[in-house]
């Protein structure tokens, strides 16, 4: 257990989960006649200065893996997944909506618009959880790389 402190572990368990419902994940971009807008889990920010709170299930597959970076972070402040692994997924997590972003650009309908929004993702949570990954490392505390599962 590279954390002996189970109140560390929570504490840093709210801190990740407040980041994933509370920053931005994505920026937007409109193609058509509609305004360019900054995306949270909770919120949206138009570029029309219009705030909208409880924007969940709008977006899910952008920000879907955000859920499971944070599982793969605690469960390697506890010691049970590598540290590749947890910046694997941190990276997967941002990578999503570029992927998404390809044919989003590429397919358009009849009318020219996009079928997928054009989303850049904002890389908050994956600044962090690599914070999280230097200060909680292995070499710092002493002690021996996990075997991978």
């Known amino acids: 257990m590279l954390v002996k402190n189970k109140y560390t572990i929570i504490l840093i368990g ?45 977006y899910f597959p952008y920000y879907f893996l955000r859920f499971i970076v944070t599982y ?32 989003g650009v590429l397919i358009l309908d009849p009318s020219g618009h996009n079928y997928l929004p054009i989303m850049i993702p904002i890389p908050i949570l994956f600044l962090y959880n690599l914070s999280l990954v230097f200060i909680f490392s292995n070499e710092k505390l002493n002690i021996k790389e996990l075997k991978p599962l």
């Open 72 to 103: 793969y972070m605690i469960k390697y402040i506890m010691g049970t997944v590598t540290r590749k692994k947890a910046i694997i997924m941190s990276v997967a997590s941002d990578l999503i909506p570029l992927i998404i972003l390809i044919p």
């Open 14 to 58: 709210i801190i990740s989960l407040l980041i994933v419902f509370l920053t931005p994940y994505g920026f937007d971009i409109d193609l058509g006649p509609g305004p360019n807008r900054l995306l949270a889990i909770l919120w949206e920010f138009w570029a029309l200065e219009v705030f909208r709170w409880f924007t969940v299930l709008e």
